[in-house]
Nanobody, 121 residues
Framework: VQLVESGGGLVQAGGSLRLSCAAS????????IGWFRQAPGKEREGVSCIDSSDSSTDYADSVKGRFTISNDNARNTVYLQMNSLKPEDTAVYFCAAAPLCRLIGVWYDYWGQGTQVTVPS
């Protein structure tokens, strides 16, 4: 099982990034993919998730209206489009796989290594 994140980087406040999560080694359609983030000294936070079977989604209040999650089941890939980025969005972003779309990390079976997003203040 492998989840590989990409697309992180440094972007000025108000800018955009698109993160990708490429999955392999499991039946993608049977899982939801979630995005989580963790800033230094802070707890891990659920950001968004999408159910691969019906594309239902959920978002943390802190990112609603700014972030959009989507999937490409043909490519076993999930994207997180992040717009209007703020310094408080700075964190390592992880994708993970779980049977259901929930913004709670303990539900997730498989995790990627993470990608850094930095928004300077």
């Amino acid at each position: 099982v492998q989840l590989v994140e990409s697309g992180g980087g440094l972007v000025q406040a108000g800018g955009s990034l698109r993160l990708s999560c490429a999955a392999s080694g499991f039946t993608f359609d049977d899982y939801a993919i979630g995005w989580f983030r963790q800033a230094p000294g802070k707890e891990r936070e659920g950001v968004s998730c999408i159910d691969s079977s019906d594309s239902s989604t959920d978002y943390a209040d802190s990112v609603k209206g700014r972030f959009t999650i989507s999937n490409d089941n043909a490519r076993n890939t999930v994207y997180l489009q992040m717009n209007s980025l703020k310094p408080e969005d700075t964190a390592v972003y992880f994708c993970a796989a779980a049977p259901l779309c929930r913004l709670i990390g303990v539900w997730y079976d498989y995790w990627g290594q993470g990608t850094q997003v930095t928004v300077p203040s």
